[in-house]
């Protein structure tokens, strides 16, 4: 039988070094997965693989020592378990996530709707290369966003309000970058030195804050052969709008100038990272997007 490994592998479908033995990577969107789905998984590695299953630094589950003449008995049995293989290659990747708001008491922003949220409006988007994005709730930052394409952090905005305050002290020892005095019984806030981690919001007995939540960004990172921190090149954004509209501008970036197998920061530094920061500003300022500086088809990337 004539194998498309380009096709199984776009597919979530990995050549092994045994010969004729595949992995099949599952799609999991932000570190979430059901009883119902774990079960498919397990059904699956036990009668097609040899019993186990690995997690990968991303979140995703790999079964291993699958055998290609089994794919779509395999492909089915996942489905009726809610399972749908993942992607590789030059494509947008799945999309990675903390716990967040929903269980953790530093979560600022629920980071499983927005990773479901972004999965839905990128996933196996077709690219010159792989594309990351990563998702962390707080500045605890247990997914170190840095190490993606594009990063996303929770945070807060907060601004004290008088009014209700008792004059406790538990936000100035809450907070961990002393932006926060206590003087003469009232308190004052240096809101240049806030990090928007919300930890005073958050340990205020009486709800004397106003919070906005949002999303600090970064730009290029990576964690491989190449090492390289993202960027952060916009200020705060406040709302999903927002992020979706700078989101859709750095996509469009680099599909527009990338070459074959690049990654975005490769392709920032080659254009230029004015060039790109004034895309993304561009986008946080809602101005149109003017991005396209290679005009190259993707036809020529190699």
């Known amino acids: 039988m004539a194998v498309d490994y380009a096709t199984l592998k776009k597919g979530g479908w990995m050549r092994q070094k045994q010969k004729n033995k595949f992995a099949l990577r599952v799609h999991v969107v932000g570190g979430h997965l059901t009883g119902k789905q774990l079960t498919a998984i397990q059904d699956v590695a036990d009668r097609f693989g040899n019993g186990y299953v690995h997690l990968t630094a991303r979140q995703a589950v790999e079964i291993p020592y699958m055998n290609v003449e089994d794919v779509e008995e395999i492909k089915a049995a996942l489905a009726a378990g809610g399972v749908k293989p993942s992607v590789c290659g030059p494509r947008v990747r799945t999309t990675t996530a903390c716990q967040g708001a929903a269980t953790c008491p530093s979560g600022c922003i ?46 807060e905005q907060v601004t004290w309000k008088e009014e ?116 993304v500003q561009d986008a946080y300022y809602d101005r149109p997007y003017q991005g396209d500086f290679t005009h190259k088809p993707v036809a020529e990337r190699g």
């Open 110 to 155: 629920d980071t499983y709707d927005l990773a479901v949220k972004i999965d839905a409006r990128y996933f196996a988007r077709e690219l010159p290369g792989k594309f990351k994005f990563g998702i962390t709730g707080c500045r605890n930052n247990c997914l170190k966003t840095e190490e993606n394409d594009l990063g996303i952090k929770g945070g």
């Open 164 to 279: 209700g305050c008792i004059g406790c002290g538990v936000c100035v020892k809450a907070c961990r970058e002393d932006a926060i005095k206590m003087e003469d019984g009232k308190i004052t806030v240096d809101y240049e030195k806030c990090s928007l981690c919300g930890r005073c919001e958050k340990a205020c007995p009486t709800g004397t804050w106003d919070v906005n939540p949002g999303y600090t960004l970064s730009f290029g990172g990576l964690f491989g052969n190449h090492i390289h921190r993202g960027q952060e090149l916009v200020p705060f954004v406040q709302s999903e709008e927002q992020l979706y509209r700078i989101c859709d501008a750095v996509i469009q970036f680099y599909d527009d100038n990338a070459i074959a197998n690049d990654r975005l920061q490769f392709c920032i530094e080659r254009v230029g990272e004015e060039k790109f920061k004034q895309v």
